[in-house]
């Protein structure tokens, strides 16, 4: 018995380490963001003065509009092909390079971000095209689009091929079977996919940097170059309302799975 | 029932068979998958109304054939005909029959109710008419009060019954049955094979299960396909099956047996007098085909084999045990209803014999290295080429 309690002791003390290991920074920056201080490190009470200056900075909000477009539609892209991609590759016939082909698709995976940033810029630079928002979108899509293949991929590797099987001996012509069966089972993960495509696009500095244009900077772009002049306040500010974002965004996506999963009725789209 | 069969598939409609006609016919169907022959030239007629078994080893094909029937795998040689329509490069969903899958392949996210359903619902038929024969079928596997569960909260019973019932509903032309029992435990399993039987009658559906449990088989069939290595080996109903199978490999997979190879032959009227190595001389009746002079194998089913301390008592039963071998009891396995004694020939061969436990006590059982006379007709004898 104690030694149980000193066991759960001990697992109480390495959580609250863990924890305050993980969050602590975030928790000085959110307080800090809400300082009356001009000196970053020095408190001087409570105010909401550098969120006002944000909103009034129209640079800064420029740029947080272009991360939010980027990342919207770079997520969107890379979850349509990133799904079309992990079906193929679990759910194909067994073609002749198969197995290179998947290796491909994880590639980006490990390819350090400097050296796919450096390649999409030289891209864009033979073919001549205007650097902004649709190459940074293309960009990301590159980027992300295997960490979706790879969410997708694993759920569809873990769903029983009978199913598809049983929807078609019930009627159903394989497309048929595989949005009205495969597709609601492997929702979750599309979703979350989705999310995690996203928030690394919404993180992105390093290919955004090489891709974007002049008059096109992202968020990070932006709070980098900032940074480089002096940390300002307004930059806690920003770096909240960011935080906020992606943790609303993340506890909507796990409700919207819970409840697709629970409510497969309604998901079907019969 | 079967004259309310909603006319869904492009296939089913007027195609009924006629007369004599098989519902089914499996023409010289073959499927290879790289070198591998899985299906190696299969011929079956199955007649509307029957129940059907095909039986094998795991890897004979069977399963293989049964996709084939499904729709999920393409002959490379060979016709299917349904009613007469040659089925075999038809889509699954172009096809009026029907499976059940081993693992069921229930959808996890549908209800009960929406798992029979489905295949109604592609059928396009009107929503009332979709809640009457889900009720229908619901009450038909005994599973009232369960609409609403998903198939996680159901037990393995419930969910094969849920399986059972969505194949059933839409009213196929043909069920097929994919070792539908394998997951239930024993007791399960014997109560739900004759539920299986009763429904078959009663619906007038024809119904061809692959299983590889020759006691299921045996059981549930009116007729069985034995498979092995790709081919067809038999088809006989179960008594024909295990009392005159058509080769030494048949008589080996279904039920025990006691085989003796043949060293010699006479013929002595309409039996053949049979010298072996390991039982001696044996009296067996003349098999329907002459063996030639083909070698072949003298086999007998352990409960036809006799066993007694002295041999048969009566003028009338020593007429009967011409085959009398005598041995030792070497060793012996009690199995409730019945006991099977191996018995160790002073000819040198070993014996099985299954004797019914027909008294509580065991006045009539045997002990170890007892002598005892084994005997047995020569009509209870099987001849077998090897």
Redesign the interface.
Known sequence: MRQFSRLSRFNVASLALGLAFLYLPILILVIYSFNASRLVTVWGGWSLRWYHEFFADSAMIEASWMSLRVATTSATIATLLGTLAAVALSRGERFRGRTLFSGMLYAPLVMPEVITGLSLLLLFVALNAERGFWTVTIAHTTLTMCFVAVVVQSRLGSL?R??E??????????V?AFLS?TL??IAPAIVAGWMLAFTLSLDDLVIASFTTGPGSATLPIRIYSEVRLGVKPEINAISTLVIALIAVVIVIASLASKLS?SQ??S??P? | MTDELPKTDAVAGDSQPTGGEPLLRIENVAKRFGTFRAVDGVSLDIKAGEFFALLGPSGCGKTTLLRMLAGFEAPDEGRILLGGKDIAQALPHERPINMMFQNYALFPHLSVRDNIAFGLKRAGMGRADIATRVAEMIALVKLEGLEKRKPDQLSGGQRQRVALARALARRPQLLLLDEPLAALDKKLRESTQGELMELQRRLGMTFIIVTHDQEEAMTMADRIGVMNAGKLVQVAGPRELYEAPRSRWIAEFVGDINLFDAESKLRDGHRLVVGTRDAGTLVVAEPRQPVGESRFSVAIRPEKIKLSRRGPVSEAGREAAINRLDGVIADICYLGGTTTYKVKLDSGGLVQASVANSARLDVDAYSLNQHVVAWFTPDDCVVLPS
């Open positions: 029983d009978s199913l099987e049983a929807a078609m001996d019930l009627g159903c012509a394989p048929r069966v609601p089972l999963s497969g009725e998901a079907a019969l």
